[in-house]
């Protein structure tokens, strides 16, 4: 079995440069249930707009 130790550096980071920056922030998920909500009820309201400006 193989093990690795720890790493406290971006693996992902090749360059020595980016190496030596911090690990990227990883954002707390927080809570949007209204969000998809919002969205669909703008991109109606926008569809009806155009669609009643163009048809009158």
Sequence with gaps: MMTRRLVLTNESAR???????????V???????????KLFMLSFAAFFTCFYTFLF
């Design 27 to 37: 954002a707390s998920p927080r809570r949007r249930d209204d969000e998809d909500w």
């Design 15 to 25: 360059h020595p440069f980016r190496r030596s920056l911090p690990p990227p922030v």
